[in-house]
């Protein structure tokens, strides 16, 4: 059996061999992404093309950036490979921007009505646990 490269050396650097690492449907969605913002396919094109669900796609470019590959996001959901050093820090900045304002929101609901009610009701359980326990003790 022919051996695979997995890794690459250069200048004492390595760097993972990315394409040995993914799966059939990583290597497909990733051949249909163009290099360059402004040659960006949408989800759905991709979807189509692979007859998968728009979720799916999501998932699996999420799975590839997890993996370091340098894909970027139009607001539309347009997939892209960086092209250059500009449309990465573009990308990065507007990704910082949204996950700034989500976890804005996710402390913010941590403090509603409802988040208090589950907090007094989850401590009341406790306190009920610790009783029954001290009972049975």
């Known amino acids: 059996m022919e051996s695979v490269q997995t890794s690459f050396n250069f200048n004492g650097l390595k760097f ?5 690492e993914l799966t059939k449907l990583e290597n497909k969605v990733l051949k249909l992404i163009p290099t360059g913002k402004e040659n960006a396919k949408s989800c759905s094109y991709i ?5 998968i669900s ?3 796609v999501i998932e699996t470019v999420r799975r590839l950036r997890i993996k370091h590959f340098d894909i970027g996001s ?7 490979l960086f092209k250059n050093e500009r449309e990465y820090l573009e990308f990065m900045t507007k990704y910082s921007k949204e996950q700034f304002r989500r ?7 941590r403090s509603t009505p409802m988040a208090k009610k589950i907090a007094i009701e989850t401590n009341e ?3 009920g ?9």
């Open 16 to 20: 993972p061999n990315q394409e040995s």
């Open 47 to 51: 979807a189509k093309t692979l007859k």
């Open 54 to 56: 728009i979720r799916t």
């Open 74 to 80: 139009t607001t539309n959901n347009g997939y892209y």
């Open 103 to 109: 976890n804005n929101v996710l402390k913010a609901m």
């Open 125 to 127: 359980e406790k306190n």
């Open 129 to 137: 646990e610790k009783k029954n326990e001290e009972i049975h003790d």
